[in-house]
Protein backbone atom coordinates (compact mmCIF):
# COMPACT_ATOMS: atom_id res chain seq x y z
CA UNK A 1 0.00 0.00 0.00
CA UNK A 2 1.22 3.47 -0.69
CA UNK A 3 -0.54 6.72 0.11
CA UNK A 4 -1.39 7.21 -3.72
CA UNK A 5 -3.80 4.09 -3.04
CA UNK A 6 -6.00 5.43 -0.76
CA UNK A 7 -8.58 8.81 -1.69
CA UNK A 8 -10.57 9.26 1.44
CA UNK A 9 -10.18 8.02 5.16
CA UNK A 10 -13.26 6.60 7.40
CA UNK A 11 -12.82 7.36 11.11
CA UNK A 12 -14.33 6.18 13.85
CA UNK A 13 -15.42 9.05 16.37
CA UNK A 14 -16.05 7.74 20.06
CA UNK A 15 -12.23 7.00 21.41
CA UNK A 16 -10.47 7.39 18.64
CA UNK A 17 -11.37 11.04 17.36
CA UNK A 18 -12.87 12.18 20.83
CA UNK A 19 -12.25 11.35 24.61
CA UNK A 20 -16.08 9.96 25.21
CA UNK A 21 -14.67 8.75 29.13
CA UNK A 22 -13.13 11.91 29.98
CA UNK A 23 -16.05 14.52 28.40
CA UNK A 24 -18.95 11.68 30.25
CA UNK A 25 -17.40 11.82 34.06
CA UNK A 26 -17.10 15.44 33.91
CA UNK A 27 -21.05 16.01 32.77
CA UNK A 28 -22.23 13.37 34.76
CA UNK A 29 -20.58 14.61 37.88
CA UNK A 30 -22.30 18.29 37.29
CA UNK A 31 -25.60 16.70 36.63
CA UNK A 32 -25.38 14.13 39.61
CA UNK A 33 -23.73 16.97 41.82
CA UNK A 34 -26.44 19.48 40.95
CA UNK A 35 -28.70 17.11 42.35
CA UNK A 36 -26.70 15.59 45.40
CA UNK A 37 -25.38 12.96 44.59
CA UNK A 38 -21.98 11.77 44.82
CA UNK A 39 -21.25 8.55 42.93
CA UNK A 40 -18.10 7.25 40.95
CA UNK A 41 -18.10 9.37 37.87
CA UNK A 42 -15.15 7.10 36.19
CA UNK A 43 -17.92 4.38 37.30
CA UNK A 44 -21.01 5.70 36.07
CA UNK A 45 -19.34 6.21 32.63
CA UNK A 46 -18.51 3.39 32.25
CA UNK A 47 -21.49 1.82 33.01
CA UNK A 48 -23.62 4.05 30.64
CA UNK A 49 -20.52 3.47 27.91
CA UNK A 50 -21.02 -0.27 28.87
CA UNK A 51 -25.09 -0.18 28.05
CA UNK A 52 -23.46 0.44 24.17
CA UNK A 53 -22.77 -2.89 22.80
CA UNK A 54 -26.11 -4.66 24.46
CA UNK A 55 -28.16 -2.09 22.92
CA UNK A 56 -26.73 -1.87 19.59
CA UNK A 57 -26.91 -5.66 19.07
CA UNK A 58 -30.62 -5.56 19.33
CA UNK A 59 -30.77 -3.66 16.48
CA UNK A 60 -28.04 -5.54 14.59
CA UNK A 61 -29.30 -8.29 15.10
CA UNK A 62 -33.09 -7.54 13.86
CA UNK A 63 -34.29 -7.51 17.64
CA UNK A 64 -35.67 -4.33 17.28
CA UNK A 65 -36.45 -1.82 14.34
CA UNK A 66 -33.08 0.59 13.55
CA UNK A 67 -33.00 3.78 16.19
CA UNK A 68 -30.49 6.59 16.00
CA UNK A 69 -27.66 5.77 18.73
CA UNK A 70 -28.88 9.33 20.88
CA UNK A 71 -32.35 6.86 21.41
CA UNK A 72 -29.83 3.70 22.60
CA UNK A 73 -28.18 6.53 24.29
CA UNK A 74 -31.30 7.98 26.53
CA UNK A 75 -32.20 4.19 27.15
CA UNK A 76 -28.86 3.46 28.90
CA UNK A 77 -28.72 6.78 30.53
CA UNK A 78 -32.18 5.52 32.57
CA UNK A 79 -31.14 1.86 32.87
CA UNK A 80 -27.66 3.59 34.29
CA UNK A 81 -28.95 5.93 36.68
CA UNK A 82 -31.57 3.84 38.32
CA UNK A 83 -28.02 1.53 38.65
CA UNK A 84 -26.73 4.13 40.66
CA UNK A 85 -29.52 5.29 42.51
CA UNK A 86 -29.89 8.65 40.68
CA UNK A 87 -33.38 10.18 40.61
CA UNK A 88 -34.98 13.14 40.09
CA UNK A 89 -33.61 14.41 36.91
CA UNK A 90 -36.81 15.99 34.60
CA UNK A 91 -36.99 15.21 30.95
CA UNK A 92 -35.61 18.50 29.75
CA UNK A 93 -32.60 17.61 31.71
CA UNK A 94 -32.48 14.35 30.60
CA UNK A 95 -32.59 15.04 27.06
CA UNK A 96 -29.71 17.69 27.50
CA UNK A 97 -27.32 14.89 29.72
CA UNK A 98 -27.67 12.36 26.32
CA UNK A 99 -26.35 15.40 24.66
CA UNK A 100 -23.58 15.47 26.66
CA UNK A 101 -22.42 12.61 23.51
CA UNK A 102 -22.58 15.39 21.24
CA UNK A 103 -20.02 17.82 23.54
CA UNK A 104 -17.02 15.42 23.62
CA UNK A 105 -13.28 17.10 23.25
CA UNK A 106 -11.19 15.57 20.89
CA UNK A 107 -7.60 13.97 21.47
CA UNK A 108 -5.20 16.91 21.58
CA UNK A 109 -3.63 15.66 19.10
CA UNK A 110 -7.00 15.43 16.65
CA UNK A 111 -8.35 18.78 14.84
CA UNK A 112 -4.66 19.45 13.66
CA UNK A 113 -3.85 16.46 12.22
CA UNK A 114 -7.22 15.93 10.27
CA UNK A 115 -6.46 19.74 9.28
CA UNK A 116 -3.51 17.97 7.76
CA UNK A 117 -4.82 14.79 6.37
CA UNK A 118 -7.91 16.39 4.51
CA UNK A 119 -5.31 18.77 2.52
CA UNK A 120 -4.97 15.30 0.56
CA UNK A 121 -8.22 13.16 1.35
CA UNK A 122 -11.63 12.95 1.47
CA UNK A 123 -12.56 12.57 5.40
CA UNK A 124 -15.18 11.41 6.61
CA UNK A 125 -16.90 10.07 9.86
CA UNK A 126 -17.85 6.17 10.01
CA UNK A 127 -19.20 5.82 13.35
CA UNK A 128 -22.56 4.78 15.41
CA UNK A 129 -23.09 8.14 16.19
CA UNK A 130 -26.33 9.61 14.12
CA UNK A 131 -25.59 12.40 11.78
CA UNK A 132 -26.61 14.97 14.10
CA UNK A 133 -24.87 13.88 16.92
CA UNK A 134 -21.94 14.27 14.99
CA UNK A 135 -22.76 17.25 13.26
CA UNK A 136 -23.06 19.13 17.30
CA UNK A 137 -20.06 17.27 18.05
CA UNK A 138 -17.37 18.74 14.89
CA UNK A 139 -19.12 22.34 15.32
CA UNK A 140 -18.13 22.71 18.97
CA UNK A 141 -14.71 21.11 18.25
CA UNK A 142 -13.83 21.96 15.37
CA UNK A 143 -13.49 18.86 13.58
CA UNK A 144 -13.41 19.15 9.55
CA UNK A 145 -15.14 16.53 8.32
CA UNK A 146 -16.22 16.63 4.44
CA UNK A 147 -19.31 14.41 5.02
CA UNK A 148 -20.93 12.68 7.73
CA UNK A 149 -21.26 8.97 7.08
CA UNK A 150 -21.93 5.54 8.99
CA UNK A 151 -24.70 3.97 10.91
CA UNK A 152 -27.53 6.61 10.42
CA UNK A 153 -27.12 7.43 6.90
CA UNK A 154 -27.07 3.10 5.93
CA UNK A 155 -29.48 2.56 9.32
CA UNK A 156 -27.34 -0.17 10.27
CA UNK A 157 -24.50 -0.45 12.90
CA UNK A 158 -21.05 -1.48 13.09
CA UNK A 159 -19.75 -3.93 12.47
CA UNK A 160 -22.71 -4.78 10.38
CA UNK A 161 -21.17 -4.73 6.66
CA UNK A 162 -23.54 -2.11 5.27
CA UNK A 163 -21.88 0.22 7.56
CA UNK A 164 -18.35 0.22 5.72
CA UNK A 165 -20.15 -0.93 2.40
CA UNK A 166 -22.41 2.21 2.09
CA UNK A 167 -19.95 4.92 3.54
CA UNK A 168 -17.80 3.54 0.72
CA UNK A 169 -20.41 3.08 -1.80
CA UNK A 170 -21.09 7.13 -0.89
CA UNK A 171 -17.67 8.26 -1.54
CA UNK A 172 -17.96 6.47 -4.71
CA UNK A 173 -15.23 4.54 -4.04
CA UNK A 174 -14.06 0.66 -4.11
CA UNK A 175 -13.12 -0.16 -0.27
CA UNK A 176 -9.50 -0.25 -1.32
CA UNK A 177 -9.29 2.78 -1.72
CA UNK A 178 -10.99 3.81 1.95
CA UNK A 179 -8.97 3.49 4.81
CA UNK A 180 -10.70 3.02 8.03
CA UNK A 181 -8.92 4.74 10.85
CA UNK A 182 -10.15 3.06 14.50
CA UNK A 183 -8.59 2.89 17.96
CA UNK A 184 -10.73 -0.67 17.94
CA UNK A 185 -9.22 -3.68 16.88
CA UNK A 186 -13.09 -5.34 15.70
CA UNK A 187 -13.46 -2.25 13.95
CA UNK A 188 -11.04 -2.80 11.81
CA UNK A 189 -11.33 -6.42 11.32
CA UNK A 190 -14.88 -5.71 10.24
CA UNK A 191 -13.63 -3.23 7.35
CA UNK A 192 -10.29 -4.90 6.16
CA UNK A 193 -12.63 -8.43 5.61
CA UNK A 194 -14.68 -5.62 3.58
CA UNK A 195 -11.34 -4.60 1.47
CA UNK A 196 -10.54 -1.67 3.41
CA UNK A 197 -7.42 -0.32 4.11
CA UNK A 198 -6.80 -0.18 8.08
CA UNK A 199 -4.92 2.10 10.68
CA UNK A 200 -4.70 1.39 14.16
CA UNK A 201 -4.88 4.59 16.37
CA UNK A 202 -3.26 3.59 20.06
CA UNK A 203 -5.31 5.60 22.26
CA UNK A 204 -4.22 4.32 25.38
CA UNK A 205 -6.14 6.75 27.79
CA UNK A 206 -9.45 5.64 26.35
CA UNK A 207 -10.13 3.85 29.33
CA UNK A 208 -8.17 5.92 31.67
CA UNK A 209 -5.62 3.41 32.31
CA UNK A 210 -2.70 4.15 30.06
CA UNK A 211 -3.04 0.56 28.30
CA UNK A 212 -4.96 -1.42 25.96
CA UNK A 213 -4.98 -4.78 25.00
CA UNK A 214 -7.46 -5.24 21.96
CA UNK A 215 -4.47 -5.40 19.47
CA UNK A 216 -2.62 -8.65 18.60
CA UNK A 217 0.91 -8.68 17.79
CA UNK A 218 -0.27 -10.62 14.65
CA UNK A 219 -2.96 -8.18 13.18
CA UNK A 220 -2.22 -7.59 9.29
CA UNK A 221 -3.34 -4.23 9.49
CA UNK A 222 -1.85 -1.62 7.32
CA UNK A 223 -0.70 0.98 9.47
CA UNK A 224 -0.59 0.72 13.77
CA UNK A 225 0.38 4.89 15.04
CA UNK A 226 0.44 6.81 17.97
CA UNK A 227 -2.20 9.89 17.43
CA UNK A 228 -3.22 11.50 13.69
CA UNK A 229 -0.09 13.50 13.75
CA UNK A 230 1.82 10.12 13.13
CA UNK A 231 -0.63 9.15 10.66
CA UNK A 232 -0.33 12.45 8.65
CA UNK A 233 3.43 11.54 8.64
CA UNK A 234 3.12 8.21 7.22
CA UNK A 235 0.90 8.98 4.73
CA UNK A 236 3.31 11.51 3.72
CA UNK A 237 1.73 14.63 4.54
CA UNK B 1 -41.25 33.74 12.15
CA UNK B 2 -38.39 34.68 13.79
CA UNK B 3 -34.48 33.37 13.53
CA UNK B 4 -34.67 31.31 16.79
CA UNK B 5 -37.61 29.09 14.93
CA UNK B 6 -34.90 27.93 12.81
CA UNK B 7 -32.16 25.81 13.89
CA UNK B 8 -30.84 24.38 10.30
CA UNK B 9 -30.41 25.88 6.88
CA UNK B 10 -30.62 23.11 4.38
CA UNK B 11 -29.64 24.42 0.45
CA UNK B 12 -30.77 23.36 -3.00
CA UNK B 13 -27.00 23.81 -4.64
CA UNK B 14 -26.81 23.92 -8.23
CA UNK B 15 -27.62 27.56 -8.83
CA UNK B 16 -28.28 28.37 -5.69
CA UNK B 17 -24.77 28.16 -4.20
CA UNK B 18 -22.81 27.88 -7.07
CA UNK B 19 -23.11 28.74 -10.79
CA UNK B 20 -23.15 25.71 -12.94
CA UNK B 21 -23.73 27.63 -16.06
CA UNK B 22 -20.63 29.26 -16.62
CA UNK B 23 -18.46 26.04 -14.86
CA UNK B 24 -20.24 23.93 -17.36
CA UNK B 25 -19.54 26.48 -20.89
CA UNK B 26 -16.19 26.76 -19.49
CA UNK B 27 -14.97 23.14 -18.78
CA UNK B 28 -17.76 22.19 -22.44
CA UNK B 29 -15.55 24.39 -24.21
CA UNK B 30 -11.95 23.15 -22.99
CA UNK B 31 -12.86 20.02 -23.87
CA UNK B 32 -14.38 20.92 -27.16
CA UNK B 33 -12.06 22.80 -28.47
CA UNK B 34 -9.44 19.90 -27.37
CA UNK B 35 -10.83 17.83 -30.03
CA UNK B 36 -11.37 20.88 -32.78
CA UNK B 37 -15.23 21.05 -32.22
CA UNK B 38 -16.68 24.97 -32.29
CA UNK B 39 -20.22 24.99 -31.13
CA UNK B 40 -22.32 27.56 -28.96
CA UNK B 41 -20.99 26.94 -25.51
CA UNK B 42 -23.50 28.37 -23.82
CA UNK B 43 -26.54 26.22 -25.99
CA UNK B 44 -24.51 23.52 -25.37
CA UNK B 45 -24.04 23.80 -21.00
CA UNK B 46 -28.03 24.74 -21.42
CA UNK B 47 -28.72 21.52 -23.45
CA UNK B 48 -26.89 19.23 -21.12
CA UNK B 49 -28.56 21.25 -18.02
CA UNK B 50 -32.04 20.40 -20.13
CA UNK B 51 -31.38 16.47 -19.95
CA UNK B 52 -31.65 16.61 -16.19
CA UNK B 53 -35.37 16.60 -15.05
CA UNK B 54 -36.30 14.03 -17.95
CA UNK B 55 -33.53 11.88 -16.50
CA UNK B 56 -34.64 12.42 -12.91
CA UNK B 57 -38.14 11.81 -13.52
CA UNK B 58 -37.36 8.26 -14.99
CA UNK B 59 -35.74 7.63 -11.15
CA UNK B 60 -38.26 9.64 -9.36
CA UNK B 61 -41.20 8.28 -11.30
CA UNK B 62 -40.07 4.63 -10.73
CA UNK B 63 -39.59 3.79 -13.80
CA UNK B 64 -36.26 3.02 -13.23
CA UNK B 65 -34.04 2.07 -10.07
CA UNK B 66 -32.63 4.83 -8.12
CA UNK B 67 -28.92 5.82 -9.69
CA UNK B 68 -26.63 8.84 -8.29
CA UNK B 69 -26.80 11.84 -10.15
CA UNK B 70 -23.38 11.60 -11.57
CA UNK B 71 -24.57 8.44 -13.44
CA UNK B 72 -27.62 10.99 -15.01
CA UNK B 73 -25.16 13.25 -15.89
CA UNK B 74 -22.95 10.62 -17.94
CA UNK B 75 -25.88 9.71 -19.54
CA UNK B 76 -26.87 13.38 -20.23
CA UNK B 77 -23.12 13.95 -21.74
CA UNK B 78 -23.74 11.09 -24.36
CA UNK B 79 -26.74 12.21 -25.29
CA UNK B 80 -25.82 15.64 -25.89
CA UNK B 81 -22.75 14.76 -27.30
CA UNK B 82 -24.16 13.08 -30.24
CA UNK B 83 -27.40 16.00 -30.39
CA UNK B 84 -23.78 18.49 -30.90
CA UNK B 85 -22.29 15.96 -33.51
CA UNK B 86 -19.18 16.06 -30.83
CA UNK B 87 -17.51 12.51 -31.30
CA UNK B 88 -14.17 11.03 -30.32
CA UNK B 89 -14.15 11.30 -26.36
CA UNK B 90 -12.16 8.33 -24.84
CA UNK B 91 -13.63 6.93 -21.62
CA UNK B 92 -11.19 8.55 -19.33
CA UNK B 93 -12.07 12.22 -20.60
CA UNK B 94 -15.86 11.19 -20.17
CA UNK B 95 -15.42 10.32 -16.89
CA UNK B 96 -13.48 13.78 -16.00
CA UNK B 97 -16.17 15.82 -18.04
CA UNK B 98 -19.00 14.41 -16.14
CA UNK B 99 -17.18 16.02 -13.06
CA UNK B 100 -16.88 18.89 -14.26
CA UNK B 101 -20.23 18.92 -12.32
CA UNK B 102 -18.02 18.91 -8.91
CA UNK B 103 -16.21 21.59 -10.19
CA UNK B 104 -18.65 24.69 -10.29
CA UNK B 105 -17.57 28.17 -8.70
CA UNK B 106 -19.48 29.47 -6.00
CA UNK B 107 -21.30 32.92 -6.20
CA UNK B 108 -19.36 35.30 -5.40
CA UNK B 109 -21.23 35.96 -1.89
CA UNK B 110 -21.61 32.81 -1.11
CA UNK B 111 -18.41 31.52 0.86
CA UNK B 112 -18.27 34.48 3.05
CA UNK B 113 -22.41 34.12 3.22
CA UNK B 114 -22.15 30.72 4.33
CA UNK B 115 -19.38 31.24 7.30
CA UNK B 116 -21.79 33.93 8.62
CA UNK B 117 -24.76 31.86 8.72
CA UNK B 118 -22.81 28.27 9.75
CA UNK B 119 -21.87 30.51 13.59
CA UNK B 120 -25.41 30.08 14.30
CA UNK B 121 -27.23 27.72 11.98
CA UNK B 122 -26.21 24.16 10.71
CA UNK B 123 -25.74 24.12 7.57
CA UNK B 124 -26.53 20.63 5.45
CA UNK B 125 -26.54 20.40 1.55
CA UNK B 126 -30.40 19.48 0.19
CA UNK B 127 -29.42 18.88 -3.33
CA UNK B 128 -30.09 15.95 -5.84
CA UNK B 129 -25.83 15.65 -5.96
CA UNK B 130 -25.09 12.92 -4.65
CA UNK B 131 -22.36 12.85 -1.75
CA UNK B 132 -19.26 12.43 -3.72
CA UNK B 133 -20.22 15.01 -5.79
CA UNK B 134 -21.28 17.57 -3.09
CA UNK B 135 -17.77 16.61 -1.37
CA UNK B 136 -15.63 17.24 -3.86
CA UNK B 137 -17.39 20.50 -5.19
CA UNK B 138 -17.38 21.99 -0.91
CA UNK B 139 -13.78 20.70 -0.98
CA UNK B 140 -12.37 22.62 -4.05
CA UNK B 141 -14.68 25.76 -3.49
CA UNK B 142 -14.43 26.13 0.26
CA UNK B 143 -18.25 25.65 1.13
CA UNK B 144 -18.57 24.94 4.91
CA UNK B 145 -21.04 22.34 5.03
CA UNK B 146 -22.08 20.46 7.78
CA UNK B 147 -23.60 17.44 6.92
CA UNK B 148 -24.17 16.30 3.09
CA UNK B 149 -27.34 15.53 2.82
CA UNK B 150 -30.47 15.20 0.02
CA UNK B 151 -30.82 12.72 -2.65
CA UNK B 152 -28.71 9.99 -2.67
CA UNK B 153 -29.19 9.72 1.42
CA UNK B 154 -32.90 9.74 0.87
CA UNK B 155 -32.39 7.64 -2.24
CA UNK B 156 -35.08 10.14 -3.67
CA UNK B 157 -34.52 12.86 -5.74
CA UNK B 158 -36.29 16.43 -5.33
CA UNK B 159 -39.12 17.50 -4.85
CA UNK B 160 -40.09 13.86 -3.60
CA UNK B 161 -40.92 14.63 -0.20
CA UNK B 162 -38.43 11.74 1.32
CA UNK B 163 -35.46 13.58 -0.45
CA UNK B 164 -36.90 16.77 2.43
CA UNK B 165 -38.37 14.59 5.31
CA UNK B 166 -35.18 12.54 5.58
CA UNK B 167 -32.94 15.65 5.76
CA UNK B 168 -34.98 16.98 8.70
CA UNK B 169 -35.16 13.28 10.44
CA UNK B 170 -30.99 13.25 9.97
CA UNK B 171 -31.27 16.53 11.55
CA UNK B 172 -33.30 15.79 14.44
CA UNK B 173 -35.63 18.58 13.75
CA UNK B 174 -39.55 18.94 12.82
CA UNK B 175 -39.68 20.13 9.39
CA UNK B 176 -40.60 23.46 10.82
CA UNK B 177 -37.45 24.59 12.54
CA UNK B 178 -35.49 23.85 9.27
CA UNK B 179 -35.40 26.66 6.24
CA UNK B 180 -35.25 25.02 2.54
CA UNK B 181 -32.89 27.78 0.75
CA UNK B 182 -32.91 27.61 -3.35
CA UNK B 183 -33.48 29.66 -6.05
CA UNK B 184 -36.03 27.84 -7.86
CA UNK B 185 -39.69 28.05 -6.38
CA UNK B 186 -40.69 24.34 -6.85
CA UNK B 187 -38.36 23.25 -4.77
CA UNK B 188 -38.86 25.64 -1.92
CA UNK B 189 -43.08 25.26 -2.71
CA UNK B 190 -42.58 21.06 -1.97
CA UNK B 191 -40.68 21.95 0.62
CA UNK B 192 -43.16 24.47 2.42
CA UNK B 193 -45.87 21.81 1.89
CA UNK B 194 -43.85 19.76 4.43
CA UNK B 195 -43.61 22.26 6.91
CA UNK B 196 -40.26 23.74 6.20
CA UNK B 197 -39.78 27.69 6.15
CA UNK B 198 -38.36 29.16 3.31
CA UNK B 199 -35.90 31.42 2.03
CA UNK B 200 -35.63 32.40 -2.33
CA UNK B 201 -32.47 33.41 -3.54
CA UNK B 202 -32.32 35.35 -6.43
CA UNK B 203 -29.56 34.41 -8.65
CA UNK B 204 -30.54 36.24 -11.57
CA UNK B 205 -27.66 35.31 -13.85
CA UNK B 206 -28.42 31.77 -13.41
CA UNK B 207 -29.55 31.30 -17.05
CA UNK B 208 -27.17 33.94 -17.94
CA UNK B 209 -30.13 36.76 -18.82
CA UNK B 210 -30.00 38.67 -15.72
CA UNK B 211 -33.62 37.70 -15.27
CA UNK B 212 -35.90 35.13 -13.53
CA UNK B 213 -39.23 34.54 -13.42
CA UNK B 214 -40.32 31.74 -11.46
CA UNK B 215 -41.15 33.86 -8.37
CA UNK B 216 -44.96 34.72 -8.84
CA UNK B 217 -45.79 38.02 -6.62
CA UNK B 218 -48.04 36.21 -4.45
CA UNK B 219 -45.36 33.42 -3.22
CA UNK B 220 -46.17 33.15 0.09
CA UNK B 221 -42.31 32.16 1.46
CA UNK B 222 -40.86 33.22 4.20
CA UNK B 223 -37.99 35.14 3.40
CA UNK B 224 -37.24 36.75 -0.34
CA UNK B 225 -33.06 37.75 -0.50
CA UNK B 226 -30.73 38.58 -3.36
CA UNK B 227 -27.57 36.45 -1.83
CA UNK B 228 -26.75 34.72 1.20
CA UNK B 229 -25.27 38.25 2.68
CA UNK B 230 -28.31 39.42 2.37
CA UNK B 231 -30.11 36.50 4.44
CA UNK B 232 -27.69 36.57 6.98
CA UNK B 233 -28.62 40.29 7.54
CA UNK B 234 -31.76 39.22 7.27
CA UNK B 235 -31.57 36.42 10.51
CA UNK B 236 -29.60 38.88 12.69
CA UNK B 237 -26.10 38.11 12.45
Redesign the interface.
Known sequence: MTPDDIEALTFDVFGTVVDWRSGIMRESAAVGTRHGFAVDWAQFADAWRGRYQPLLSDVRDGRRPWV?L?QLHREGLEQVLAQFGIAGLGEAELVDFVRAWHRLDPWPDAVAGLERL?RRY?L?TLSNG???L??NM??RAGLPW????GA??ARAYKPSPETYLTAAR????PPARCMMVAAHYYDLTAAQSLGFRTCYVWRRDEWGTGEKHDLPADHGLDLVVEDFGELADRLGL
Do not use: F, H, I, T
Open positions: PDRVANVRMVAKDAVLEVMLDL
